[in-house]
């Protein structure tokens, strides 16, 4: 299953990823957490020592990769981040992790989960990229993505409704918008869930930093049944944001109560391939007819293989390292 989680900036949806992702992992089950968020403070809060290599910084080498030998995409140069799979594509799974992507581009974090990231805004890109071209390496990555059940990838997105500047937000199977208990925080709920209604996707609420009945009262009043859960104010993940150690029994008993309620959110959603593929399919061919086609120099629509099944499992990748 693939978990976004989203939110105004400061809300604390990167501390609830890491949560969630640390709870998932305890559970024996593998799970992929991918930091698509500028700021990338994902691997702190997930207790990494080191940064995994940038997804957003190998870009030709993803699709080259991705693309294999897909007769409908004729080079790494024509594809862009919605170019949906083909008979011939590479495909990942969750199996092993010892595919080259995995292996080159995930790290493993402290109690199992394993961590991918976007990477930071670089300096050469002031002035001349956006970010969203570095996150358009997540979407091929999930579009690639055959997962199974009880195999999970956790993704922190940017902040706010900046997340629909690409088709990213329709490539998962549950979203969490954390909102704290403020008019700003249900400001931002209300326009993703506005935006994301068009497609389709549902969103549910997480109420973070909640104090008192009243904070969840509030909550209750502007999201309604949206709102899933709350989050209390919690010494123990406050200690862990100031680089501190945390164990499953340092956390308070409502909190690890609300990490259970999200997983079985999570778990009890229906995975509808043929639908992802139709949305592939669409985001697809308006980026195609909006800009790519142009950038490219082809028409893009050719690359979409009608006979292509989604959700089939592939035969496992060998071991490897990409060439970089």
């Known amino acids: 299953m693939r978990v976004a989680f989203v939110g105004k900036g400061g809300s604390g949806k990167t501390t609830l990823s890491a949560l969630f992702t640390r709870n998932v992992a305890a559970l024996g089950r593998t799970v992929v957490a991918i930091d698509a968020d500028i700021n990338q403070h994902l691997g702190h809060a997930l207790g990494a020592e080191t940064a995994p290599e940038p997804l957003g910084a190998h870009l030709a080498e993803l699709k080259d990769w991705f693309r294999g030998d897909n007769p409908r995409v004729t080079s790494a140069g024509s594809m862009v981040k919605t170019t949906p799979p083909g008979r011939g594509s590479r495909l990942l799974t969750l199996d092993s992790l010892t595919d080259p992507i995995h292996s080159t581009y995930a790290i493993r974090c ?49 902040a706010g409704a900046d997340s629909f500047a690409s088709g990213l937000f329709t490539r998962f199977d549950a979203t969490f918008l954390v909102a704290e208990p403020t008019r700003q925080g249900v400001s931002v709920y209300r326009q993703y869930r506005d935006h994301a209604a068009e497609f389709g996707v549902p969103v549910v609420v997480i109420g973070n930093k909640i104090h008192d009945g009243d904070d969840v009262d509030f909550l209750r009043a502007e999201v309604g049944e949206d709102l899933l859960t709350c989050f209390e104010h ?37 995975k509808n391939w043929r639908r992802y593929g139709e949305q592939a399919t669409e985001l697809h061919l308006r980026n195609a007819q909006v800009w790519a086609n142009r950038a490219v120099g082809e028409d893009l629509a050719n690359q979409i293989d009608p006979g292509f099944v989604y959700g089939l499992r592939p035969a496992l990748c060998p071991p490897g390292v990409l060439s970089r």
Not at 149 to 154: A, G, I, N, T
């Open 110 to 158: 402290p109690g199992g989960p394993y961590l991918m990231a976007t990477g930071f805004f670089a300096e050469e890109d002031l002035g001349v990229a956006c970010y969203h071209s570095k996150v358009g390496a997540v979407e091929l990555y999930l579009n690639h993505l055959v997962d199974a059940h009880e195999e999970y990838v956790v993704v922190d997105m940017t």
């Open 234 to 270: 919690s010494a123990a993940v406050r200690a862990m944001e100031r680089g501190g150690p945390l164990a499953a029994p340092d956390l308070e008993a409502a909190n690890v109560a609300a990490l259970t309620l999200m997983l079985l959110h999570v778990d009890g959603r229906k």
